[in-house]
């Protein structure tokens, strides 16, 4: 079983930025290949953006691509989310997630979840 806990949600107002963090533990961490997500009100919880377990290679959202940074670093066992240039439309709560298998853009393709961060953007 992977373990994760996301922090660093909060208020911010649009063009500002924030950074989330998502710390694992339980079973080895650097294996897993890791996404995070988000969930508006209302709505399906959508893919942001992924890495591979090695952190060579990420994956983005079109809506987030040139905007947000997904990094890892496997020796602190954490994943984290830069968010830049915040819009009003970001604001969701976001979720970190793990995969047993190929990671993708698919809420299906992933294991093990979060209990998520809220993220509020003011325009």
């Known amino acids: 079983q992977v373990q994760l806990v996301e922090s660093g949600g909060g208020l911010v107002q649009a063009g500002g930025s924030l950074r989330l963090s998502c710390a694992a533990s339980g079973r080895t961490f650097r294996l897993y290949p890791l996404g995070w997500f988000r969930q508006a009100p209302g709505k399906e919880r959508d893919f942001v953006a992924a890495?591979?377990?090695?952190?060579?290679?990420?994956y983005y959202a079109d809506s987030v691509k040139g905007r947000f940074t997904i990094s890892r670093d496997n020796a602190k066992n954490t994943v984290y989310l830069q968010m830049d240039s915040l819009k009003p439309e970001d604001t969701a709560v976001y979720y970190c997630?793990?995969?047993?298998?190929?990671?993708?853009?698919?809420?299906?393709?992933?294991?093990?979840w979060g209990q998520g961060t809220q993220v509020t953007v003011s325009s």
């Open positions: 890495i591979s377990s090695s952190g060579s290679s990420t």
């Open positions: 997630a793990a995969t047993k298998g190929g990671y993708g853009s698919n809420v299906r393709d992933y294991d093990y």
